[in-house]
């Protein structure tokens, strides 16, 4: 029986703790290629941080992928669950649940070998698997299992992406009556409106959804995001100016019908950042630690990311950085389109990015076309972009859209004032100086073109190089400022989103 049964009888709205899971396919440190990691993360440890929110700590299901380092045995408990896996022999597949305590939140493991340990999260180097729609029902299915094996109900499925979209297939497809999970109410959390989960039909089996799954769709096959935004209890975005821009056709990604149709069970909740990880006063990666009140340590810490990539320590010229995975949404063809006019302007450029390098070759040739100027670093490096973030004069962020972005916000925790093209949620998190000149923490421009781009630099560059350095001070100063916490506003907003599902889901369960 679910829990809050008791409170709709009596036509109160529900106000005890909650039983929350996540289901996601990135959980930092564990396994992470992008945002949505960092935030499943930082979420989870933040709901447990609220009072009354949730009960015990969150857990968070993550497939147990190749690289993640599971801790010593001693700590780690070890359940063995059978999955219903229609296309496994026998139609089960037994999987080993490991968790543990993860700094706030319970972090549960499905080591399932033949699934998950591979070359990649997602895919290889001949791109995404194949059976990817069944390794991520498989997670899905083992969170739901895992809990009807404990007898814990849960209240709420907070799912994250596409990956975890196939568990409000399950839900409402296969286990709409079950006591322990059935009624539990879901709520999505959109990252990445790109990427779809597109199951085509003679996959769809891989979903394991019996003979339910030829209802689910059409003709074509399954859109698991798709799917996810229509079942859900609540659905929301990282920011709110994403969370509009995405009811329009040229922003919705084919899902803007979809989002329109949700009404205001769809919302943006802005990204917090976790201001213990990133902290330039304690971050180990820096060559010096720095805060708001002594900058010192930032001098320093320019000095050796300039000797690390090759350029000129000595040089006052304004270094602009640009971190990201290589990936089109991230605008790095403005750049490229930019930089030769940035150069001549005197600035230079330092670049660390990862994923498909072709999306590179344009810097590259300016690179070469300017020695001395650019600095080009093509891989992950976490340190390095601590580095870059810290060693900086200015941050470059010209995606073409960004639903929340975080390497603005860290850049300013880093004393480091962005230049970021004004969509989604840079537009929310950045107060551009030229509009408001007493409250400013970076520089926005409204087309993403390499000539405003150029214009937003070339005002940025004014303040930098002015010979009063008042106005640069009080705008890094200001950046440095900024509260992100979780807790202060999005995790107690996604406490109140998660509440308001149970009681959407109390509404159709009875
Ligand atoms: C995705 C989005 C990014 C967001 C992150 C975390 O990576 O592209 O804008 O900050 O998810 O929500």
């Not at 497939?63 to 070890?78: E, I, K, N």
């Not at 990445?192 to 030829?214: F, M």
């Amino acid at each position: 029986m679910n829990r809050f049964s008791g409170a709709r009888a009596s036509a109160r709205l529900p106000s005890p703790t909650m039983r929350v899971i996540f289901v996601a396919a990135e959980c930092e440190p564990w396994a992470k290629t992008g945002g949505l990691g960092d935030v499943v993360d930082a979420l989870a440890r933040a709901l447990g941080r609220i009072p009354g929110a949730v009960d015990g700590p969150v857990e968070v299901f993550l497939p147990r992928y190749r690289s993640v380092q599971v801790p010593p045995s001693a700590a780690v408990d070890a359940l063995e669950v059978r999955v219903p896996d229609p296309l496994a022999p026998g139609g089960t597949s037994d999987v080993t649940v490991r968790s543990f305590d993860a700094n706030g939140y319970r972090l549960r493991l499905i080591d399932h070998p033949a699934a998950y340990d591979r070359a990649g999260f997602y895919g290889d180097s001949s791109g995404d698997f194949p059976d990817n729609a069944r390794r991520f029902a498989l997670l899905g299915r083992a969170a739901l299992e895992t809990r009807r094996a404990e007898r814990r109900p849960v209240d709420v499925v907070a799912i994250h992406d596409w990956h975890a979209c196939p568990v409000a297939l399950l839900r409402d497809v296969q286990y709409a009556d079950d006591p322990v999970v059935g009624r539990a109410a879901i709520s999505l959390t959109i990252h990445n409106l790109a990427y779809h989960g597109w199951t085509p039909r003679d996959q769809v089996d891989q979903l394991g959804l019996g003979a339910g799954g030829a209802t689910v769709g059409d003709a074509w096959g399954i859109d698991l995001l798709g799917e996810g935004i229509r079942r859900a209890e609540t659905v929301n975005t990282v920011s709110p100016t994403y969370a509009r821009e995405v009811l329009l056709p040229a922003f919705g990604m084919g899902l803007d019908g979809h989002l329109v149709a949700r009404g205001d069970q769809f919302t943006g909740i802005l990204n917090g950042l976790d201001q213990e990880v990133w902290d330039p006063a304690t971050d180990p990666a820096l060559a010096a630690p720095y805060d708001a009140a002594s900058l010192a340590g930032k001098a320093a810490c320019r000095a050796d990311l300039l000797a690390r990539v090759g350029l000129d320590p000595a040089d006052p010229s304004a270094i602009l950085g640009v971190i990201g995975r290589l990936d089109p949404q991230k605008g790095f063809d403005l750049v490229a389109g930019a930089a030769r006019r940035l150069v001549a302007r005197g600035a230079r450029l330092v670049v660390l990015g990862s994923g498909d390098a072709t999306l590179l070759e344009g810097l590259r040739a300016e690179a070469t076309r300017a020695p001395g100027r650019i600095a080009i670093v093509e891989r992950f490096d976490r340190d390095l972009s601590r580095q870059i973030y810290a060693g900086v004069d200015l941050f470059l962020m010209p995606s073409r859209f960004e639903p929340c972005g975080q390497g603005q916000m860290i850049a300013m925790r880093y004393g480091t004032p962005p230049i970021a093209h004004r969509t989604g949620g840079l537009a929310d998190t950045i107060v551009d100086l030229g509009i408001d000149a007493a409250a400013g923490t970076g520089f926005l421009f409204d087309q993403a073109t390499p000539e405003a781009l150029i214009a937003a630099v070339d005002r940025a560059l004014r303040v930098y190089a002015a010979p009063d350095r008042g106005a640069w001070s009080a705008l890094v100063a200001r950046g440095m400022a900024v509260d992100w916490s979780w807790e202060s506003s999005s995790a107690p907003l996604y406490a109140s989103l998660f509440r308001r599902a149970i009681a959407l889901r109390l509404a159709t369960t009875g």
